[in-house]
Protein backbone atom coordinates (compact mmCIF):
# COMPACT_ATOMS: atom_id res chain seq x y z
CA UNK A 1 0.00 0.00 0.00
CA UNK A 2 0.85 3.46 -0.31
CA UNK A 3 3.18 5.08 2.78
CA UNK A 4 4.72 8.87 2.81
CA UNK A 5 6.41 8.18 6.43
CA UNK A 6 8.08 11.81 7.69
CA UNK A 7 11.09 11.72 10.10
CA UNK A 8 13.57 14.87 11.17
CA UNK A 9 10.72 17.36 13.12
CA UNK A 10 11.93 18.29 16.87
CA UNK A 11 12.61 21.04 18.87
CA UNK A 12 15.24 23.95 17.97
CA UNK A 13 15.67 27.29 19.26
CA UNK A 14 15.01 30.79 16.57
CA UNK A 15 17.65 30.96 14.35
CA UNK A 16 18.48 27.18 14.51
CA UNK A 17 17.92 24.71 11.40
CA UNK A 18 16.20 21.05 11.00
CA UNK A 19 15.88 18.76 7.79
CA UNK A 20 12.98 16.70 7.39
CA UNK A 21 13.00 14.03 5.50
CA UNK A 22 9.68 12.02 3.69
CA UNK A 23 10.07 8.18 2.33
CA UNK A 24 7.28 7.13 -0.22
CA UNK A 25 6.30 3.82 -1.27
CA UNK A 26 3.88 1.51 -3.28
CA UNK A 27 3.87 4.12 -6.25
CA UNK A 28 5.81 5.42 -8.38
CA UNK A 29 7.42 8.20 -6.62
CA UNK A 30 9.77 9.70 -9.26
CA UNK A 31 6.86 10.52 -11.29
CA UNK A 32 4.90 12.32 -8.95
CA UNK A 33 4.69 15.87 -7.20
CA UNK A 34 5.90 15.99 -4.08
CA UNK A 35 4.94 18.73 -1.26
CA UNK A 36 6.02 20.18 1.72
CA UNK A 37 2.18 21.44 3.96
CA UNK A 38 2.39 22.23 7.66
CA UNK A 39 -0.32 23.23 10.02
CA UNK A 40 -0.82 24.61 13.89
CA UNK A 41 -3.67 23.62 16.02
CA UNK A 42 -6.86 25.64 14.45
CA UNK A 43 -5.34 27.15 11.46
CA UNK A 44 -5.48 26.90 7.63
CA UNK A 45 -3.13 24.40 6.11
CA UNK A 46 -0.64 25.89 4.39
CA UNK A 47 1.39 24.83 1.50
CA UNK A 48 5.72 25.39 2.14
CA UNK A 49 7.24 24.13 -0.67
CA UNK A 50 6.97 21.46 -3.73
CA UNK A 51 8.94 19.76 -6.54
CA UNK A 52 7.93 18.26 -9.58
CA UNK A 53 9.59 15.69 -11.33
CA UNK A 54 12.03 17.35 -12.80
CA UNK A 55 13.47 18.79 -9.82
CA UNK A 56 11.37 21.90 -10.43
CA UNK A 57 10.96 23.80 -7.05
CA UNK A 58 8.38 27.18 -5.96
CA UNK A 59 8.10 28.33 -2.39
CA UNK A 60 6.05 29.92 -0.08
CA UNK A 61 6.98 33.39 0.34
CA UNK A 62 7.28 33.13 3.99
CA UNK A 63 10.03 30.73 3.82
CA UNK A 64 11.79 31.93 0.40
CA UNK A 65 15.49 32.05 1.26
CA UNK A 66 15.47 29.86 4.09
CA UNK A 67 13.97 26.62 3.41
CA UNK A 68 15.28 24.50 0.38
CA UNK A 69 13.12 21.46 -0.78
CA UNK A 70 14.61 18.98 -2.35
CA UNK A 71 14.04 15.17 -3.52
CA UNK A 72 16.03 11.84 -4.54
CA UNK A 73 14.61 9.70 -6.70
CA UNK A 74 16.67 7.22 -5.84
CA UNK A 75 15.89 6.52 -2.35
CA UNK A 76 12.24 7.72 -2.72
CA UNK A 77 12.95 10.48 -0.51
CA UNK A 78 12.09 13.96 -0.16
CA UNK A 79 13.97 16.60 1.55
CA UNK A 80 12.68 19.52 3.79
CA UNK A 81 16.21 22.10 4.85
CA UNK A 82 15.39 25.09 6.84
CA UNK A 83 17.16 27.51 8.04
CA UNK A 84 17.13 30.58 9.88
CA UNK A 85 13.65 29.15 11.41
CA UNK A 86 11.24 31.48 13.51
CA UNK A 87 9.12 30.83 16.26
CA UNK A 88 6.28 31.11 13.67
CA UNK A 89 7.66 28.25 11.78
CA UNK A 90 6.11 26.29 14.85
CA UNK A 91 3.61 23.62 13.15
CA UNK A 92 2.90 20.18 12.29
CA UNK A 93 4.96 19.70 9.31
CA UNK A 94 3.19 16.98 6.28
CA UNK A 95 4.65 16.08 2.86
CA UNK A 96 2.10 15.02 0.10
CA UNK A 97 2.17 13.89 -3.27
CA UNK A 98 0.38 15.31 -6.47
CA UNK A 99 -0.62 13.08 -9.38
CA UNK A 100 2.07 13.51 -12.16
CA UNK A 101 2.51 16.82 -14.06
CA UNK A 102 -0.21 18.07 -11.36
CA UNK A 103 1.60 20.40 -8.65
CA UNK A 104 -0.96 21.49 -7.26
CA UNK A 105 -3.64 21.05 -4.03
CA UNK A 106 -6.43 19.80 -6.35
CA UNK A 107 -4.49 16.82 -7.53
CA UNK A 108 -3.38 15.49 -3.95
CA UNK A 109 -3.10 12.07 -3.63
CA UNK A 110 -1.15 10.79 -0.81
CA UNK A 111 -0.27 12.32 2.79
CA UNK A 112 2.30 11.31 5.40
CA UNK A 113 1.29 11.59 9.11
CA UNK A 114 3.13 14.34 9.69
CA UNK A 115 6.51 15.71 12.04
CA UNK A 116 6.27 18.36 14.78
CA UNK A 117 8.63 21.17 14.21
CA UNK A 118 8.78 23.60 17.57
CA UNK A 119 11.11 26.98 17.37
CA UNK A 120 11.57 28.58 20.75
CA UNK A 121 12.73 32.18 20.77
Known amino acids: QVQLVESGGGSVQAGGSLRLSCVGS????????MHWYRQAPGKAREEVAN???????SYADSVKGRFTISRDNEKNTLYLLMNSLKPEDTNMYYC???????????????WGQGTQVTVSS
Open 26 to 33: GYAYRRYC
Open 96 to 110: AASQPGRCSWRYLDF
Open 51 to 57: IDAGGGA
